[in-house]
């Protein structure tokens, strides 16, 4: 049976169908709040412990090692299991993997409130882990199934760039009603939020619903059978494009996570800031990271309308301008100057990550879109957002953090060369899995 692929999800085309919408526009925003928000409440339930180290540590009398490792062990289970987890909603059903995800790291949370001893907290955030294993791509694979290609990478900017918010609403919130009723409601707040959205998402989104109008996708819409997925699996690293995309996106993504990392300290050795202020201030670039998210993929959106390359080159822009302005912020003395240079590049460092998930969505089947976005997620864990903040902490310890930061922007020429052959196989990489060529934007099969 010759493979189709859905209106939204699967490779990009300029025929009327494909540019609309498979589901009404209101429910498909609907969809996505929702969505949003069980990925806040993700990251939320994630990065809660953070704000209650100081009590836990005297309540319990825990190591520094002990503390780190309740939150390594969720960073651990989420790269471990992203794929597998992935794969099985890919073949189970995604809006019942979702559901049964949240509901586990909701849980999983409410578990972490009454914990007696370490070792049930160790238990409990290691469930948070196995819940949030999955959310991220196979969240990502619904929302973008029911909106027009057009606006893949605005989406996919605004859906990655909710982890960062999500993290400084845990540590923010988390901090405030520990402080005020104790760390055990803080965990409990978080876990109850993410059980009532689980609740409303289960009433709200049905796989019968997100299925496009059949009128609409005539002829163009057929997941491919579940017995041949194994076949589509190669699909995943069938070209140069889609491996550059991989690639470079992790790469980019080493930058942002050594700043959210060590921006705090940043300010508290350098500015001289108290640790409460300079977190403060750390979370305000957090924010601004996350902005860039979601600023590069309305521009990718925009510039790419008729040329759907260009998102190649919002990639490139982004990743030599972060390349330039943080380099140069860290060039600086402490000061005005240097905060807004590192502000801007802040901004930029991040912002190819809305135009690499919408790559990898135009160069994978959309049958296996989940089990994609989770090896563009494993991708950007394993080259980036895992190592970006330990490789900065050891060259902080030979070196000191200042010549640490000044290196750390030189990763962008890595990223950057990735995005650059991308974008040179990009058209002949899309031919092969569609059998369409691009012409001035606009499509037309290739004569046979």
């Known amino acids: 049976m010759e493979l189709h692929v859905t209106a939204g999800s699967g490779p990009e085309t300029d025929t009327k169908v494909s540019s609309g919408w498979p589901v009404s526009p209101r429910y498909a925003w609907v969809v996505f709040a929702l969505s949003f928000g069980l990925l806040l409440s993700d990251y939320m339930s994630r990065q809660v412990l953070n704000a209650v180290f100081p009590m836990l540590k005297a309540e319990w009398l825990l190591s520094d090692a002990e503390l780190g490792s309740l939150s390594g062990i969720v960073a651990l289970m989420v790269g471990l299991l992203t794929f597998p987890l992935s794969l099985l909603a890919d073949r189970w059903g995604r809006v019942r993997s979702l559901l049964l995800a949240a509901t586990m790291w909701s849980v999983a949370t409410l578990a972490c409130a009454v914990s007696a001893t370490y070792g049930q907290m160790f238990l409990g955030r290691l469930f948070v882990g196995i819940g949030e294993a999955a959310y991220g791509s196979v969240g990502i694979a619904v929302v973008l199934s029911i909106f027009p290609i057009g606006l893949r990478a605005t989406l996919s900017g605004a859906f990655i760039a909710g982890g960062a918010f999500g993290s400084v609403l845990g540590v923010s919130i988390g901090g405030a009603v520990a402080e005020q009723y104790g760390w055990r409601w803080a965990f409990a707040v978080m876990g109850i939020f993410g059980l009532v959205l689980a609740a409303v998402y289960g009433v709200v989104v049905t796989e019968k619903r997100l299925a496009p109008r059949a009128g609409a996708t005539a002829g163009l819409t057929e997941e491919a059978p579940r017995g041949r997925l194994r076949e589509l699996l190669p699909r995943l ?7 550059s995309a991989y690639v470079g996106s ?28 300079a977190g403060a201030t750390a979370g305000v670039f957090v924010l601004i990271i996350g902005i860039g ?71 994978t089947p959309a049958s296996i879109s989940a089990t994609a976005f989770a090896t563009l997620t494993l991708a950007n864990s394993l080259l980036g957002l895992a190592p970006g903040p330990a490789v900065t902490g050891r060259l902080a310890d030979s070196m000191g953090l200042l010549d640490a930061m000044r290196i750390v922007p030189l990763t ?5 060369a990735a995005f650059l052959i991308g974008r040179r196989f990009y058209a002949r990489d899309l031919v092969r899995l569609t059998g369409r060529v691009s012409v001035t934007g606009r499509e037309r099969e290739l004569s046979s």
Not at 237 to 243: A, G, K, N
Not at 412 to 416: H, S
């Open 293 to 363: 998210m979601v600023a590069g993929g309305l521009a990718s959106d925009r510039i790419s309308r008729v040329f759907p390359v260009r998102k190649w080159t919002v990639a490139v822009v982004c990743s030599v301008g972060s390349l330039v302005l943080l380099t140069a912020a860290f060039q600086l003395p402490a000061g005005t100057g240097q905060l807004l240079a590192l502000a801007v590049g802040a901004l930029l460092s991040a912002g190819t990550a809305g135009p690499a998930a919408a790559m990898v969505a135009n160069l």
């Open 412 to 416: 962008a020429l890595a990223a950057t």
């Open 250 to 277: 992790g790469l980019q993504l080493f930058i942002a996570a050594a700043l959210m990392a060590w921006l705090p300290s940043y300010f508290n050795r350098y500015y001289d800031m108290p640790t409460a202020k």
């Open 237 to 243: 690293f069938s070209s140069v494009s889609v491996i």
